[in-house]
């Protein structure tokens, strides 16, 4: 046997040694979800007309969460079946990414009521899926100047959803400070909050844009917001 034909054989022996044990029975199918409990896991998924119980997931992410209806693929191994994850149709929400945005530009607004600054935003767009739940981070800059008033000088940002839903407010990142006497300095720091959306704040499955907007506590003085973010996260 020449050397060619030796390191042939020998890659051979090799290649065949390497292979793991275990059955060669391996189908893949899709499936539906028919139940599934989000504490424990739980499970049914119709597959090819049956409807087959408890099946093992593989798991990844923040949270793993099906609901009826979604579409999963399936590996069936031996007798062993495991969910291997979502299946979705690109354009149809396939890509559920993390979005961020930011603008750092330093505005002010003198509105009692939330609106736009003259840079508006920051504002994204994010891909929903069926399970209807994310993690909404805002943050910001928050400023405001000193006053004779007895109140609670200060100001609020929020942020609010439209597209696929339509939240109009979603918490709040605020700045007060209780001005008694004459002059006070006034106030600034950077604030932030995370809140988790879900169905029972409204949050539908599909496009959603979250945009920020502001309000000041008093028309006059009025509050400055810069270092302005905020973070979606589908799960």
Known sequence: MDALAYAVAMAA?????????????????TGQILSWDELTGLNSVLVNGATVSNLRVIRGGIGLAYQPGDTVLIEKRMSQWYILGNVGAPGAGAANQIGSAEVTTSETTGSTTYTDLATPGPSLTVNIGSSRRCLLMVGARI??????????????????????????????????????TSPVA??????????????????????????????????????????????????
Do not use: K, W
Request: overall charge neutral; charged content about 5%.
């Open 13 to 29: 022996a090799n290649a065949a040694a390497a292979t793991p044990p275990g059955g060669s029975d391996i189908a893949h199918y």
């Open 143 to 180: 400023s405001c100047a000193g006053t004779a008033s007895n109140a609670y000088i200060g100001g609020s940002a929020t942020a609010n959803v439209t597209g696929a839903s339509n939240i109009p407010i979603v918490g709040t990142v605020s700045l007060g400070v209780l001005a008694q």
């Open 186 to 235: 006034g106030g600034v720091g950077t604030f932030t909050r995370n809140f988790v959306l879900t169905a029972a704040n409204g949050l539908n499955q599909g496009a959603n844009t979250f945009t920020m907007q502001y309000r000041s506590n008093f028309a006059s003085p009025v509050c400055g917001f810069s270092e302005r973010n905020i973070t979606v996260i589908p799960f």
